[in-house]
């Protein structure tokens, strides 16, 4: 039910005071008559979503409609926010001394009155804190007395922060840092919550502690590199470092105690804000070891649409593929399995054959090839061509997959026997034309059409490619004209088609290489046949995997 009040502001400021607001007013009537509203409108800012709830109750709606209650309240259109708590919160003193409801109260964070250095209670309205049933003092924690001793400027900010790590201590163990949906949560489960977040904060060793069991949880991964097995500790510590609190009232024994209760408590799924972490069940040992797709592609060493890739051609299984990668979740112990089945630890591998990291091929392989990066990884990863995994390649154990140049070799030939007819647009890309001088390479014969008059045949392609030494400036990075000059005087030869498409391409020369000496062949290597170097910044310390022998 919606409030038929004209509401002309919008303004981008979230509360549910408005509701706590006209809750705490028994009869809006009787407060209007006896001057007892206190509450300056104007300076007040709400939702829409807020306004829906409040005139969802006849009573209230009523008295909106008879005072003309939302004359002077701005209200911003519904967005929905985790900064606030869908729990109304409110500190029952301050409320039975001025019926009022502070909306800093609802951050999710706050869970005392600094007033009366009280906690804060939920309660489903205002209503039933008018009623004469006192409401018992409860004990303050020992967060929320380190809280009060704080200055004015530093409590939210340390409210903040502790709000941050209680969401690593919930899932102490995961790859993933849990996500909570905090802002539904009772005040009670919070804090609790931030207790004991607080209590690891007052542990010495703590950072010793954590750091420890996460690696004794990973470390049956140590064979994927210190990059897996050591993720996310540096952070950790840092964050844990950021606090000053009064350490040692907390034991290490008491610690650990803690960081296993959050991690081995039964999982309430609704918590979560993911619930695609959960597809194959809430198993917590598998929850343990789920990463997302940018964690992924960071331990292989591979860019994230490489990911995506392989995952769609069934080499690697993901627990759920996004469009996004980073969205994916993966189980990294299923990962590991696959290639331990596809590699094998070797350090004698590099001096056998020369490995290239895929992306140091050049572009133009790949355009010429009809090749892609992503299906190079594929044949990597699934162990179908000779590579390497290389864990720890940098000093910021950095993972690299490379492949041989026989690998290379092999793709590329396949590829080039294996291409169909294609396309004319596909031939402009892959050998560098304009429209002008394809078609000028058809009606000469260099290049046949297909049955399919919108194809090229794949034949005439393979046969123009391996009969013809094809020049361009972008391919040689020099001018055509002057490689025509050498080759004219060296070799006598001349070319069998010749081209200037304009001043910001590129000249097109083609040579018959039956008609060319060995010293130019090799001179004026052609763009379809040379590699790029490797550029690996290698650590003292790496650890090297050879796809195994079939």
Not at 37 to 64: G, M, R, T
Not at 298 to 314: A, Q
Not at 344 to 373: G, M, R, S
Request: aromatic share 10%; proline share 2%.
């Amino acid at each position: 039910m919606k409030c038929n009040t004209s509401i002309t502001h919008v303004t981008p400021y979230g509360a549910c005071a408005l509701i706590a607001h006209f809750y705490g007013f028994v009869s809006v009537a009787k407060l209007l008559k006896s001057n007892e509203i206190k509450v300056p409108f104007a300076w007040n800012f709400y939702k829409s979503e807020h306004v829906d709830s409040l005139c969802s109750i006849k009573q209230i709606k009523d008295d909106v409609l008879d005072y003309n209650l939302l004359q002077r309240v701005k209200v911003s259109a519904f967005h929905s926010t985790t900064s606030l708590s869908k729990q109304l919160k409110v500190c029952a003193k301050c409320f039975k001394e001025n019926s009022l409801h502070d909306v800093k109260w609802q951050n999710v964070s706050t869970t005392i009155c600094i007033k009366h250095q009280a906690p804060l209670i939920n309660v489903l309205n205002l209503l039933s804190l008018e009623e004469d049933k006192p409401h018992s003092k409860e004990a303050l924690y020992s967060f929320e007395r380190h809280i009060l001793s704080l200055e004015d400027v530093k409590r939210r900010s340390f409210e903040n922060a502790l709000l941050k790590l209680s969401e690593s201590v919930f899932r102490p163990l995961d790859f993933i840092t849990a996500k909570l949906k905090l802002d539904r949560v009772n005040i009670e489960f919070l804090r609790l919550l931030f207790e004991d977040a607080y209590k690891l904060l007052c542990c010495e060793e703590l950072s010793d502690v954590w750091e420890g069991l996460l690696l004794k949880h990973r470390r049956h991964l140590e064979g994927m590199g210190q990059l897996v097995a050591r993720f996310g500790i540096n952070e950790l510590q840092a964050q844990i470092e950021s606090f000053n609190i009064k350490k040692g009232l907390t034991s290490s024994a008491e610690a650990k105690n803690i960081l296993l209760k959050y991690h081995n408590a039964k999982i309430d799924t609704k918590l979560f804000t993911s619930k695609r972490r959960f597809d194959n069940g809430a198993n917590l040992n598998q929850l343990s070891y789920q990463v997302d797709g940018l964690m992924l592609s960071n331990f292989l060493g591979i860019k994230k649409e490489s990911l995506i890739y392989v995952v769609n051609n069934r080499t690697l299984p993901a627990v759920y593929l996004g469009c996004q990668a980073e969205k994916s979740f993966f189980d990294i112990e299923v990962i590991g399995s696959i290639l331990a089945k596809s590699f094998a630890q070797n350090t004698q591998i590099e001096a056998q054959e020369q490995f290239y990291k895929i992306d140091d091929i050049p572009k133009d392989i790949y355009n010429l090839f009809d090749l892609t990066v992503d299906e190079l990884v594929d044949y990597a990863i699934s162990g179908k061509i000779e590579s390497q995994f290389k864990v720890n390649s940098s000093l910021r154990y950095v993972n690299y997959l490379l492949i041989s140049e026989n690998g290379i070799k092999k793709v590329l030939k396949n590829k080039w026997q294996s291409f169909n007819d294609m396309a004319h647009e596909s031939v402009i890309k892959m050998l560098k034309l304009d429209k002008k001088t394809l078609l000028h390479l058809i009606d000469n014969g260099f290049l046949v059409i297909a049955k399919d008059k919108a194809l090229i045949d794949a034949d005439s392609i393979r046969h123009f490619v391996s009969n013809h030494l094809v020049l361009n400036r972008t391919a040689n990075f020099e001018r055509s004209r002057d490689c025509e000059k050498r080759v004219r005087d060296c070799c006598k030869a001349e070319p069998v088609c010749l081209l200037y498409m304009n001043a910001y391409l590129t000249d097109f020369v083609v040579y018959k290489k039956e008609s060319l000496n060995d010293c130019c062949l090799r001179k004026l290597e052609s763009r379809f046949t040379y590699f790029g170097k490797p550029k690996l910044d290698l650590s003292k310390i790496v650890i090297t995997y050879q796809t195994k022998p079939k």
